[in-house]
């Protein structure tokens, strides 16, 4: 049954979570007094249609329905989840939560995006406190993992535990911040390092753009994957984190930096640091820096996938998650996804070694289809690909929705023949074939043998079905 989300607030973390929502499978109902809301959110719609499937080999569930409500009553009746994502003001917030919890199911969760307002100043005053947490996320929401879950005494076990659920059957990693503090868990770092970034600026010894180099080509892309403990716990060599504490710790009573101390935020600053940024990013829309940014985060994402490390991981874990129904056809419809931007070259189109790729995984796909699975597989027997021809007959780009149509050939004895389309989803574009030559192998000997009984019997149907059609 599908489940149905309540954004509060269509701003740009507003629009995250609904994309997230939406492009998961839930329908989403969105209220914002903004008449530019529904253009707004559109906006952040196609960047995260473009950028989220990509992260991922096969097709997300259908997108669920998106409508927008000119009350809260009409918009929280019935939601499993309420995301509240207003400014952060918080008279404002309590006057929320107010309307919304006199329409709202008891058993609703109400997820607050606040980054600095504490879970218990957000219960106070409520109707029912049990149901509101802080869920805040980090921007893009419809890319980036973590969310910083933080409750109080009064949240039940039951509701925590159901949160968690939903935010990783998102995609999401919960961190269960279980002591609540301003500001939470990342924040706190983001302002120790805006602070001191403000300080290099006012003194003039860098600029905004010196200063993000710093970041991007150096501890950025190691915090990415490690974060802070792991990649110092390197840095101390065999003898590991104790040895880095025993070596770097006395630098901390150094006079680096100016944590404890914050530049006056003048006019004249403000307007040094604007104009800074405006010479590093200015020739750029934020729509094109918000494509960039994605196109960035998916390369970066998907090869954290290939290593099965950190986010990468967590995009790997939701993947099997999403369920794919494979029927005989004919034909079989092998493979649906997006093609992801990492996936193209100079050229500007997919280059060739990924057609190869594709039509891999579309075998893999008939491989499943007769049995030939992942545990058949850890049995020590599998189908090798002894030939291949593949035809390329049109371009293929970043971000379209291509198809992979199938039929086997050739079905007898150790010899498994498919013959493979992959089709452009928006017009039906015959892109490239490929005629796929297998035989059955023994893993162990690393020669052909004969196949299951079960197995061959499933491979003589498909031709056989696949001839005749």
Not at 394 to 418: D, F, P, S, Y
Request: glycine share 8%.
């Amino acid at each position: 049954m599908t489940k149905t989300a309540a954004i509060i607030g269509g701003g740009v973390i507003g629009g995250g979570w609904a994309a997230r929502f939406l492009l998961n499978g839930w329908d989403v109902r969105v209220f914002d007094p903004d008449p530019e809301a529904a253009r707004k959110i559109d906006a952040v719609l196609a960047n995260a249609r473009h950028a989220l499937p990509m992260l991922y080999d096969v097709a997300l569930p259908a997108e669920g329905h998106l409508t927008f409500h000119t009350t809260l009553s009409e918009t929280v009746m019935g939601a499993d989840w309420i995301q509240e994502s207003v400014p952060e003001r918080l008279d404002l917030k309590h006057k929320v939560f107010q309307a919304l919890q006199e329409h709202c199911d008891a058993g609703a969760i109400i997820g607050s995006s606040t980054s600095g307002f504490k879970p218990s100043e957000l219960q106070d005053g409520a109707a029912r406190p049990e149901q509101i947490v802080v869920t805040h996320p980090f921007n893009p929401v419809y890319l980036l993992p973590l969310i910083e879950l933080v409750t109080t005494e009064k949240n039940p076990p039951a509701l925590i535990t159901r949160a968690k659920d939903i935010l990783t059957s998102l995609g999401h990693f919960p961190l269960h911040v279980r002591r609540e503090i301003d500001a939470h868990i990342a924040d706190r770092f983001l302002e120790a390092v805006w602070r001191e970034a403000l300080w290099l600026v006012k003194d003039g010894i860098a600029t905004t753009e010196e200063i993000d180099n710093a970041i991007r080509y150096g501890f950025g892309l190691r915090w990415g994957q490690m974060g802070l403990f792991e990649t110092y716990r390197i840095a101390g060599g065999e003898a590991g984190m104790k040895h880095f504490i025993d070596q770097f710790g006395p630098c901390l009573s150094w006079p680096w930096t100016k944590l404890m101390d914050v530049p006056e935020l003048t006019d004249e600053l403000a307007q040094m640091i604007a104009d800074q940024s405006d010479a590093q990013s200015g020739h750029l829309s934020i729509r094109e820096l918000e494509r960039k940014r994605d196109n960035n985060l998916v390369a970066m994402l998907r090869a954290l996938r290939q290593q099965g490390n950190a986010a990468g991981r967590l995009i790997n874990q939701h993947q099997q998650t999403i369920k794919t129904t494979l029927t005989d056809g004919p034909p079989i419809t092998s493979a649906r996804r997006v093609i992801p931007a990492d996936w193209t070259d100079y050229n500007g189109h997919m280059n060739e070694g990924r057609f190869g790729q594709l039509f891999s995984d579309a075998a893999d796909a008939v491989m499943t289809l007769v049995g030939a699975d992942t545990a058949y597989i850890a049995g020590g027997l599998s189908y090798f690909t002894v030939e291949n021809t593949i035809s390329f007959l049109a371009e293929a780009h970043a971000g379209e929705h291509i198809r992979v149509e199938t039929r086997v050939t050739q079905g007898e004895g150790k010899k498994l023949r498919c013959f493979h389309e992959m089709k452009r989803e928006s017009d039906g574009a015959l892109l490239a074939t490929s005629d796929q030559f297998m035989l059955h192998v023994d893993l162990k000997s690393r020669k052909s043998c004969d196949p299951r009984a079960d197995v061959l019997a499933r491979v003589v149907a498909l031709a056989k079905k696949h001839k005749e059609a």
